[in-house]
């Protein structure tokens, strides 16, 4: 009875594109039958053409509105209870880049993978969705381009930060394709945007930035940062 109730599991995680199926508690009553007493199904959302009557049974409702949000952009987005937004492209680099505010002292506020083909429009959402979050004290922004340009990304954060007069600081990591074009940009923006190019500075900068700002929070008080030209 057991290795068929497995091998109906294994049929159903193939059948609906499953990325769980658990079945706990399974127990075992007096007269040696078997129930599953509670389940847990979770279904990959790349599969939803296929699975359009499964999908259909979603209930939004119960999900972060933030992340509902981020799905209709193609946004991964994932709120923690940190205080360091994130904007990343590919989920490893974004695992990596909240480690390393965990390693410096900061919690991230959030999993955020803009992916690979991302727009100027898609970065501009991301950021209306960070600034959402009325925990975040500062944005650390970690891109990778290499089918993604650097360039776009640029264009995506300097229009989020006029758009939504963004007053928290931005720090930002760019490397690869257009990446000189996209610091260029940047730099002629007049905007208080933080570039840097070492990923262990930018992580320490933004730990250091939310810190003082979830000071001048406690104290009621505001604070404006100023960006020399020097460091630009």
């Not at 909240?98 to 002292?105: A, C, F, S």
């Amino acid at each position: 009875e057991t290795v068929k109730m497995l091998m109906n599991m294994y049929q159903l995680f193939v059948k609906k594109d499953a990325l769980l199926i658990e079945i706990n508690p399974y127990a075992e009553d007096a007269l040696e039958g078997f129930f599953a007493l509670d389940a847990k199904f979770r279904f990959d959302d790349n599969a939803e053409f296929r699975q359009k009557e499964l999908f259909a049974l979603r209930d939004w409702t119960q999900e972060d509105p933030k992340e509902v949000e981020a799905a209709k952009f193609d946004l991964n987005y994932i709120a923690l209870d940190g205080t360091i937004g994130c904007m990343v492209n590919g989920a490893g680099l974004a695992m990596a880049t909240m480690d390393i505010i965990k390693l410096y002292g900061g919690d991230p506020a959030n999993f955020l993978d803009v992916g690979g083909g991302a727009t100027a429009q898609a970065v501009k959402e991301a950021f209306k969705i960070i600034t959402a979050d009325p925990k975040v004290h500062c944005i650390l922004v970690n891109i990778f381009g290499g089918i993604m340009r650097c360039d776009v990304i640029a264009e995506g954060i300097i229009a989020a930060a006029k758009d939504l007069n963004m007053k928290m600081p931005i720090v930002v990591r760019l490397q690869g394709t257009n990446v000189n074009e996209a610091r260029e940009l940047i730099r002629q923006s007049g905007l208080r945007i933080i570039p840097r190019h070492d990923l262990d500075e930018a992580a320490n900068l933004s730990v250091h930035l939310a810190q003082i700002v979830h000071l001048a929070r406690e104290m009621n008080m505001d604070v404006s940062f100023e960006i020399p030209d020097s460091v630009k």
